[in-house]
C-alpha cells in the first residue's frame, strides 16, 4: 500500500506501523482515524498507544461504511448481516446519478469508546 501512495506522491511522509505499534511522538497528533479497521485491532493494545499518540483534547473516530436503504439499488443488495447472501450471485444496477453523494450521522458509542461517526455513501 505505501508503494501505491507514493507512486502518485513521493513527498508524502508515509510511516509504516500498527494500531498496536504506532511509529510517532507521544502526543503528536490530534486525530486517529481508522476506517473499517477498528475491528481487527488489539484494542487492550491499540488502545494505550492510540491515547499515547493523541495530543490532549485529541479525538479517535472510527469510520464505517453503512448501507443506505433509502436508496432504492442500495435497498436491493446483501447486507454484510444476511448470512445467506451470495454477494457473487446477486444481481445488480448501476447506481443512481442524482444519489445523494455523502450523508453523516452520530451514532451511540460502543463499549469502551467515546464516540463513533458513521458515513454512508
Known amino acids: 500500500m505505501l508503494t501505491e501512495l507514493r507512486r502518485p506522491l513521493p513527498g508524502v511522509r508515509a510511516l509504516s506501523g500498527s494500531a498496536e505499534a504506532i511509529p510517532l511522538p507521544d502526543s503528536s497528533v490530534d486525530a486517529v482515524l481508522a476506517g473499517n479497521a477498528m475491528h481487527w485491532f488489539d484494542?487492550?493494545?491499540a488502545g494505550l498507544?492510540?491515547?499515547?499518540?493523541?495530543?490532549?483534547?485529541?479525538?479517535?473516530?472510527?469510520?464505517?461504511?453503512?448501507?443506505?436503504?433509502g436508496v432504492e439499488w442500495v435497498s436491493g443488495q446483501p447486507h454484510q448481516d444476511?448470512?445467506?447472501?451470495?454477494?457473487?450471485?446477486?444481481?445488480?444496477?448501476?447506481?443512481?446519478e442524482a444519489s445523494p453523494a455523502h450523508r453523516s450521522s452520530r451514532q451511540p458509542p460502543p463499549p469502551g469508546m467515546t464516540g463513533l461517526d458513521r458515513t454512508a455513501s
Do not use: F, Y
Not at 498507544?49 to 448501507?67: K, Q, S
Not at 444476511?82 to 443512481?96: G, L, M, Y
Open 49 to 69: 498507544e492510540i491515547a499515547r499518540v493523541l495530543a490532549p483534547g485529541g479525538i479517535l473516530a472510527g469510520l464505517w461504511n453503512v448501507m443506505d436503504d
Open 43 to 45: 484494542m487492550a493494545v
Open 82 to 96: 444476511d448470512q445467506t447472501a451470495d454477494v457473487r450471485t446477486s444481481e445488480t444496477s448501476p447506481p443512481p
